[in-house]
Nanobody, 117 residues
Framework: QVQLVESGGGLVQAGGSLRLSCAVS????????MAWFRQPPGKGREFVGR??????YEADSVKDRFTVSGDSAKNTLYLEMSSLKFEDTAMYYC????????????WGQGTQVTVSS
């Protein structure tokens, strides 16, 4: 069973930086499609970025400010966030799916990021 545990969230001032981590257990994350999502207060969940193999992709809303990466030796996914804005305030979730699946099957518990203006 795949388990995902996020960490690294917190309170930061606008313009600041944070790095979120997602520790993966139960399966090498190189064998999974990994992604970050977020859910702002009172809004729906939105896609932030993904890592498939060695290929990363970030949503237009965060491109040039957020970077998705992974460390296979640590089986950990990262989300580097810089130039944070108030509207980046959200619960951030790590998600994973097997390549044969059409939906993200595994989710972490989330880590809260709050950006003060």
């Amino acid at each position: 069973q795949v388990q995902l545990v996020e960490s690294g969230g917190g309170l930061v001032q606008a313009g600041g930086s944070l790095r979120l981590s997602c520790a993966v257990s139960g399966r090498p994350f190189n064998n999974l499609y990994m992604a970050w999502f977020r859910q702002p207060p009172g809004k729906g969940r939105e896609f932030v970025g993904r890592l498939i193999g060695h290929t990363t992709y970030e949503a237009d809303s965060v491109k040039d400010r957020f970077t998705v990466s992974g460390d296979s030796a640590k089986n950990t996914l990262y989300l580097e966030m810089s130039s944070l804005k108030f509207e980046d305030t959200a619960m951030y979730y790590c998600a994973a799916r097997r390549p044969a699946s059409s939906e993200y099957e595994y989710w972490g518990q989330g880590t809260q990021v709050t950006v003060s203006s």
